[in-house]
C-alpha cells in the first residue's frame, strides 16, 4: 500500500529557507508513471497547491508561489523535496505531500493518496 | 490567480441530498474536465472522494457524485450520514497564464 511520510523542521525562522523531505513507500517513483506534489494549508483556511513534480524532474509550480519555492526528486532515496525561501508568517501552514490520482498519469487531475501533513511555523 | 468559488457552508439532516458547488472560469472548471473533489476530516488529510468530475475512486460510496455544467461543477451526496460532516474542497487544472492547479475555498457541511 502506497504511502506518503512528510518530514522536516516544524519551526523557521522569517526570512529563512523551508526545507520538507516526502518519503514514499510502497512504490517506487522512477518506475511509475505518477506526478508528486506538495499542498500546503495555512491553520484554518483552504488549501493551496505549490507544485508538483515527475521522477524526471520535470516541474509545475504555483505561479503565485514560484519564485521561492523549488521542488526536487532523489528516485535513489525514493523522495521528493520542497524548499521554500524568504519565508514569512504568511508561509505558515500544514504541508501536505501527495501523489498524482492513480487513474491518471497527468499532473493536474487530483492527488491520491495523501501524507499526513507536516505543521511548519514561520516565528523567530 | 483567484481561488475556485465555494459556499462557505451547507447543511442537511441525515437522509437528505445537498450539493456544493465549485465555480469557475472558461479557463479552469468550465474549459477542462479536470475537477476533483475532497473531503477533509478536523485534523486529517484530505481524500479523494471524486476525479475528472464525475468519476468515483474506489472504496468511495455511490452517496458521492460528481456534475458540470459550463463553468460550475458540483459535489451531490445523497442519503446524508453524520460522517459526512466535513469540509469539502473542489479543484481543477486551470490554463491561466502558465499551466496551474487551483483549490476552492472549502465547504463546511454540517449534519443536523
Known amino acids: 500500500q502506497l504511502q506518503l511520510q512528510g518530514s522536516g523542521p516544524g519551526l523557521v525562522k522569517p526570512s529563512e529557507t523551508l526545507s520538507l523531505t516526502c518519503t514514499v513507500s510502497g512504490d517506487s517513483i522512477s518506475s511509475s508513471s505518477y506526478y508528486w506534489g506538495w499542498i500546503r494549508q495555512p491553520p484554518g483556511k483552504g488549501l493551496e497547491w505549490i507544485g508538483s513534480?515527475?521522477?524526471?524532474?520535470?516541474?509545475y509550480y504555483n505561479p503565485s508561489l514560484k519564485s521561492r519555492v523549488t521542488i526536487s526528486v532523489d528516485t535513489s532515496k525514493n523522495q521528493f523535496s520542497l524548499n521554500l525561501s524568504s519565508v514569512t508568517a504568511a508561509d505558515t501552514a500544514v504541508y501536505y505531500c501527495?501523489?498524482?490520482?492513480?487513474?491518471?498519469?497527468?499532473?493536474?487531475?487530483?492527488?491520491?493518496?495523501w501524507g499526513q501533513g507536516t505543521l511548519v511555523t514561520v516565528s523567530s | 490567480q483567484s481561488a475556485l468559488t465555494q459556499p462557505a457552508s451547507v447543511s442537511g439532516s441525515p437522509g437528505q441530498s445537498i450539493t456544493i458547488s465549485c465555480t469557475g472560469t472558461?479557463?479552469?472548471?468550465?474549459?477542462?474536465?479536470?475537477v476533483s473533489w475532497y473531503q477533509q476530516h478536523p485534523g486529517k488529510a484530505p481524500k479523494l472522494m471524486i476525479y475528472?468530475?464525475?468519476n468515483r475512486p474506489s472504496g468511495v460510496s455511490n452517496r458521492f457524485s460528481g456534475s458540470k455544467s459550463g463553468n460550475t461543477a458540483s459535489l451531490t451526496i445523497s442519503g446524508l450520514q453524520t460522517e459526512d460532516e466535513a469540509d469539502y474542497y473542489c479543484?481543477?487544472?486551470?490554463?491561466?497564464?502558465?499551466?496551474?492547479?487551483?483549490f476552492g475555498g472549502g465547504t463546511k457541511l454540517t449534519v443536523l
Open positions: 472558461s479557463s479552469d472548471v468550465g474549459g477542462y474536465n479536470y
Open positions: 501527495a501523489r498524482s490520482q492513480p487513474y491518471s498519469s497527468d499532473w493536474a487531475k487530483g492527488f491520491d493518496p
Open positions: 475528472e468530475v464525475s
Open positions: 513534480i515527475y521522477y524526471t524532474g520535470s516541474t
Open positions: 479543484n481543477s487544472y486551470s490554463s491561466s497564464s502558465t499551466p496551474h492547479v487551483l
